[in-house]
């Protein structure tokens, strides 16, 4: 919006200027050796500067946008023809009036009136296509900008989408896990329900915005993890490394490795076997990267756990935010026992944290 009122402003001025050149231009031929100026050759010079301006600001303003962009190119063709040979006619009548024709010498040309005539008429058809195609990249610069915005508008309404979508499968997934606590452990159950309460500020508040500073992300990513601790038994192994810079203002969309973090736990933890996940977040100048592994104990199809929504969501946020800008390797090691999700995203320039 304010590139199109900074268009806007600056178009008058535009015209301003090169119009003033246009009609400064006889001032060069009226102008005596004295330094003054023949006002009467100026005024006489001036009138087909003037006819053009005429030509062109009849179809500028008027005939290109309420005839020629109305889809009527005969019409616009005809009343163009009739007024350029009426212009040039009128011309022509001014110019004999002004200034009577010589006498002619003996064995001196003079050339037909038609090649002024048609001298007129070629100006006057430049100056209509020039007009024409001012107002035609005019035209095709307002639908681009208009074209971006409501890319933009649509972008950020898929964006929110998803969030509103992800959100209630997060709390989903985390409320379950305190359920599930409060069976065997009601300590820990108040416990998790104190974690919770850190996690839900910053899901109502801080995943509003469209990118946050890495480390917000990174300290509630460590508040889910904790949270994860109290729910499993010793025999599951949970290991983290965050080596990013302290207080690390990197963009990141919020809650974009949340879903791969819940993948981990869902699938990678056994409730008779050892398991373990291992959760890597590292930050080197504009890129990002989070890698985790975890023991694999697939889910039966009688398991109705999950339906894979999260990481289904993050793929169309990845599309949305960063396309072209980011790898996901997904792989399960030799032995089919452990499961590796790779995360590389290079943080565009353009990515800025909006408050």
């Given at each position: 919006?304010?590139t199109?009122?900074?268009h806007?402003s ?6 301003t200027?090169c119009?003033?050149?246009f009609f400064g231009?006889p001032?060069f031929f009226t102008?005596h050796?004295n330094?003054?100026i023949?006002?009467s050759?100026?005024?006489h010079h001036s009138?087909?500067?003037a006819s053009?301006f005429?030509?062109?600001y009849?179809?500028?303003l ?5 005839v020629?962009?109305?889809?009527h190119?005969?019409?616009f063709?005809?009343m163009?023809?009739a ?7 009128g011309l022509?009548c001014?110019h004999?009036v002004?200034i009577?024709?010589p ?8 050339p037909?009136?038609y090649?002024f005539?048609l ?7 430049f100056?209509?296509?020039?007009s024409?195609?001012?107002?035609m990249?005019?035209r095709?610069?307002k639908?681009?900008l208009?074209?971006?915005e409501a ?10 989408n998803?969030?509103n979508q ?7 997934n985390?409320l379950?896990?305190?359920y ?21 500020r910053y899901?109502?508040?801080d995943?509003q915005?469209t ?11 460590r508040?889910?993890?904790?949270l ?5 038994s010793s025999q599951?192994?949970i290991?983290?490394?965050?080596d990013?810079r ?9 809650l974009l ?5 819940e993948?981990?736990?869902k ?6 076997e ?7 977040i590292?930050?080197?100048?504009n890129t990002?990267?989070?890698v985790?592994?975890n023991?694999r ?5 009688a398991?109705?756990?999950?339906s894979g929504?999260?990481?289904e969501?993050?793929?169309k ?5 960063y396309s072209g800008?980011?790898?996901w390797?997904?792989?399960?090691s ?5 499961y590796?999700?790779s995360l590389?995203i290079?943080?565009?320039?353009d990515k800025?944290?909006?408050?």
């Amino acid at each position: 919006m304010n590139t199109r009122n900074n268009h806007r402003s600056l178009e008058p001025i535009i015209h301003t200027i090169c119009w003033g050149l246009f009609f400064g231009f006889p001032l060069f031929f009226t102008q005596h050796d004295n330094g003054t100026i023949d006002w009467s050759a100026f005024l006489h010079h001036s009138v087909v500067p003037a006819s053009l301006f005429i030509i062109f600001y009849i179809n500028y303003l008027l005939l290109i946008p309420k005839v020629l962009f109305r889809n009527h190119t005969g019409r616009f063709l005809l009343m163009n023809m009739a007024i350029i040979c009426i212009v040039a006619f009128g011309l022509r009548c001014w110019h004999n009036v002004s200034i009577p024709p010589p006498i002619p010498r003996p064995h001196s040309f003079m050339p037909p009136q038609y090649i002024f005539y048609l001298r007129d008429i070629i100006s006057l058809i430049f100056v209509t296509g020039l007009s024409v195609a001012i107002r035609m990249s005019l035209r095709w610069s307002k639908t681009e900008l208009e074209r971006k915005e409501a890319v933009k508008s649509r972008t950020e309404a898929e964006l929110k989408n998803l969030r509103n979508q992800l959100n209630p499968h997060f709390l989903l997934n985390t409320l379950n896990n305190i359920y599930a606590l409060t069976a065997f452990d009601t300590e820990k159950a108040q416990q998790a329900i104190q974690e919770l309460s850190k996690l839900l500020r910053y899901v109502l508040y801080d995943n509003q915005q469209t990118f946050v500073p890495l480390s917000k992300e990174v300290d509630f990513i460590r508040n889910y993890i904790e949270l994860m601790r109290i729910r499993f038994s010793s025999q599951v192994r949970i290991e983290t490394r965050f080596d990013i810079r302290p207080d690390s203002q990197s963009p990141i969309a919020p809650l974009l490795f949340i879903s791969l973090i819940e993948n981990a736990f869902k699938h990678g933890i056994s409730p008779t076997e050892p398991s373990f996940v291992d959760i890597q977040i590292t930050e080197k100048e504009n890129t990002i990267c989070c890698v985790i592994r975890n023991s694999r104990y697939p889910k039966t199809s009688a398991d109705k756990s999950g339906s894979g929504i999260g990481l289904e969501q993050v793929h169309k946020r990845l599309e949305l935010l960063y396309s072209g800008h980011y790898e996901w390797r997904k792989q399960t090691s030799d032995d089919g026992k452990e499961y590796i999700s790779s995360l590389s995203i290079n943080i565009p320039q353009d990515k800025n944290i909006k408050p």
